[in-house]
């Protein structure tokens, strides 16, 4: 497969993230994300969540907090499968 194939087959959604600036790599950290709402639903103080997810996938306390901080943010728009109807929420 050629990368404009794959291109061609994800274009509505690469555009919608693109239009909420959804980085590429963020679906890394979708596990990480439900792991610390767990975590803060068990009473542990975020802080803690915090070290203990950057020890747990070997990654700095500081690209927790900026995920942690994408992933918990709303979604500014979105766009229909024509691309001609855009909302914000």
Same mark, same amino acid.
């Given at each position: ?11 509505e959604l ?5 239009? $909420?600036?959804v980085?590429?790599?963020?679906? /890394? ?12 639903? $068990?009473?542990?103080k ?9 020890e ?9 907090? /900026?995920a ?10 979105y766009t229909d499968? $024509?691309?001609?109807?855009?909302v914000?929420?």
């Open positions: 497969m050629k990368v404009v194939e794959l291109l061609k087959i994800g274009t690469l555009k919608v993230m693109s239009e $909420n600036d980085m590429r790599d963020d679906w /890394r950290f979708v596990k990480m994300y439900e792991e610390f709402q767990a975590m803060r639903t $068990n009473g542990l975020y802080r803690e969540c915090v070290r203990m997810l950057a747990d996938y070997g990654i700095s306390t500081a690209t927790v907090v /900026r942690l901080r994408r992933l918990a943010g709303n979604c500014t728009s499968r $024509n691309n001609a109807v855009r914000a929420a």
